[in-house]
């Protein structure tokens, strides 16, 4: 699998799992207000090393907050807690499915 699959695979994978979590927490976000920070969260990541993951993290929290006008805390922080969760579920799914 080439790199640029594999970042197709997680963007994919983090929003679906955040628009299954905006359902779960109640949240009221459409697919647009989800989508364009989960891809800027991804783009960001890709910054080599922790400061690429600690700069996504703000991305996202940044955009959701700007995107869907929910608090920070606890909507949008239970939000992409939730989010994650989800998304490691559905990788290890798609990684034991590949075996």
């Given at each position: 699998?080439?790199?640029?699959?594999?970042?197709?695979t997680?963007?994919?994978?983090?929003i679906?799992?955040?628009?299954?979590?905006s359902?779960?927490?109640?949240l009221?976000?459409?697919?647009?207000?989800?989508a364009?920070?989960a891809m800027?969260?991804?783009?960001?990541?890709l910054?080599?090393?922790?400061?690429?993951?600690?700069?996504?993290?703000?991305?996202?929290?940044?955009?959701?907050?700007?995107f869907?006008e929910?608090?920070?805390?606890?909507?949008?922080?239970?939000?992409?807690?939730?989010?994650?969760?989800?998304?490691?579920?559905?990788?290890?799914?798609?990684?034991?499915?590949a075996?």
């Open positions: 699998m080439h790199a640029w699959q594999l970042w197709a997680d963007v994919a994978l983090t679906l799992s955040m628009w299954l979590a359902k779960l927490t109640a009221p976000a459409s697919l647009r207000e989800i364009i920070p800027a969260a991804a783009l960001v990541a910054i080599p090393g922790l400061a690429g993951w600690l700069l996504s993290i703000a991305v996202l929290f940044g955009l959701l907050r700007r869907t929910a608090p920070l805390f606890p909507d949008i922080a239970l939000m992409v807690v939730v989010s994650r969760a989800l998304w490691l579920l559905m990788s290890m799914s798609l990684l034991r499915a075996v």
